[in-house]
């Protein structure tokens, strides 16, 4: 075989992987200032919200959690897949690869979108853009995470009313909801407390993203009174954990959870699934939101 047909053989067989075999239409690549398991939150957060305004149906097909996801949007009767790839540059930046297909129209997208600006493109590059410009206006006006680092939790007695099996999007809601009723009762007992209400996950479901979490107060010392109603008393012991500030809106609080995870899977530590966040504002009274603080700890696993 000549080196013209080796060479003509070569141009076919990418050819043809290019029209026939490549995952994407077409590829858009761009960064975010924070790490993968906050990125990966925001995308989740992005399908389920793009629904809502825009009338846009997103079904998650595949996800292999702070490294790839792959989901199916139906807008404006058109249909796309969509492959996001993250990778880490370092703790506080994220490559991502955002790759659009179309079915049935495949190859016609992949010969024209890269020379002309067709409607295949125009809206997957408004996709990509809206995501973008979204995902960081929320690190730069709704919340922050800081770097991780390794502790010891603190000590503490506590009061506590439970909740059970709440989405993660409604932890807030549910928080100001039994709030009330979690103070009235210590200080109906006459218990000295100490500090703001406090969250202890007692059940992470990451496939759901529901929650079962105890509404807690910290309290002077163990008691047991003899009560009826929802209060209940325990312990929080010291134990290693991982550790990161979270400023913002108690909203939007779980993505320090998932950059715990993250980094906890990228540096190999065994974790359990159990966030404890220790708030030092009151959203009642301090307003500006960006400089509420929050601990926030993934206790490693004994």
């Given at each position: 075989?000549?080196?013209?047909?080796?060479?003509?053989?070569?141009?076919?067989?990418?050819?043809?992987w290019?029209?026939?075999?490549?995952?994407?239409?077409?590829?858009?690549?761009?960064?975010?200032?924070?790490?993968?398991?906050?990125?990966?939150?925001?995308?989740?957060?992005?399908?389920?919200?793009?629904?809502?305004?825009?009338?846009?149906?997103?079904?998650?097909?595949?996800?292999?959690?702070?490294?790839?996801?792959?989901?199916?949007?139906?807008?404006?009767?058109?249909?796309?897949?969509?492959?996001?790839?993250?990778?880490?540059?370092?703790?506080?930046?994220?490559?991502?690869?955002?790759?659009?297909?179309?079915?049935?129209?495949?190859?016609?997208?992949?010969?024209?979108?890269?020379?002309?600006?067709?409607?295949?493109?125009?809206?997957?590059?408004?996709?990509?853009?809206?995501?973008?410009?979204?995902?960081?206006?929320?690190?730069?006006?709704?919340f922050?995470?800081?770097?991780v680092?390794?502790?010891?939790?603190?000590q503490?007695?506590?009061?506590?009313?439970?909740?059970k099996?709440?989405?993660?999007?409604?932890?807030a809601?549910?928080?100001?909801?039994?709030?009330?009723?979690?103070?009235?009762?210590?200080?109906?007992?006459?218990?000295?407390?100490?500090?703001?209400?406090?969250?202890?996950?007692?059940?992470?479901?990451?496939?759901?993203?529901?929650?079962?979490?105890?509404?807690?107060?910290?309290?002077?010392?163990?008691?047991?009174?003899?009560?009826t109603?929802?209060?209940?008393?325990?312990?929080?012991?010291?134990?290693?954990?991982?550790?990161?500030?979270?400023?913002?809106?108690?909203?939007?609080?779980?993505?320090?959870?998932?950059?715990?995870?993250?980094?906890?899977?990228?540096?190999?530590?065994?974790?359990?699934?159990?966030?404890i966040?220790?708030?030092?504002?009151?959203?009642?009274?301090?307003?500006?939101?960006?400089?509420?603080?929050?601990?926030?700890?993934?206790p490693?696993?004994?």
């Amino acid at each position: 075989m000549t080196a013209k047909k080796i060479l003509l053989f070569a141009v076919g067989l990418v050819a043809f992987w290019y029209l026939f075999l490549k995952q994407s239409d077409y590829i858009i690549r761009f960064k975010l200032p924070t790490s993968p398991g906050v990125a990966y939150a925001l995308i989740k957060d992005w399908g389920i919200e793009l629904g809502r305004p825009k009338g846009a149906k997103i079904k998650f097909l595949d996800d292999q959690r702070y490294h790839s996801l792959q989901l199916e949007l139906k807008n404006n009767n058109r249909i796309y897949n969509l492959y996001w790839k993250l990778k880490p540059e370092n703790d506080s930046v994220t490559n991502i690869t955002l790759g659009f297909k179309e079915p049935g129209k495949t190859v016609l997208n992949r010969i024209i979108a890269p020379f002309y600006s067709n409607e295949f493109k125009k809206n997957i590059v408004q996709l990509s853009t809206a995501f973008k410009e979204g995902a960081e206006q929320s690190l730069s006006n709704k919340f922050k995470v800081n770097e991780v680092i390794l502790v010891e939790t603190p000590q503490l007695n506590y009061a506590y009313v439970d909740i059970k099996n709440v989405s993660v999007f409604d932890k807030a809601e549910q928080m100001m909801k039994h709030n009330y009723e979690l103070i009235h009762q210590v200080d109906e007992l006459g218990i000295l407390r100490k500090g703001y209400p406090f969250v202890m996950v007692k059940n992470w479901n990451l496939k759901e993203n529901k929650i079962d979490y105890r509404l807690c107060i910290q309290i002077d010392s163990v008691v047991q009174p003899d009560i009826t109603g929802a209060l209940k008393f325990d312990q929080l012991l010291s134990k290693q954990a991982l550790k990161t500030i979270y400023n913002g809106n108690y909203i939007y609080s779980d993505k320090a959870w998932f950059a715990l995870h993250d980094y906890a899977i990228r540096q190999h530590f065994e974790v359990d699934l159990e966030p404890i966040e220790i708030f030092h504002n009151n959203p009642f009274t301090d307003t500006k939101e960006m400089e509420w603080e929050t601990e926030v700890f993934l206790p490693l696993s004994q």
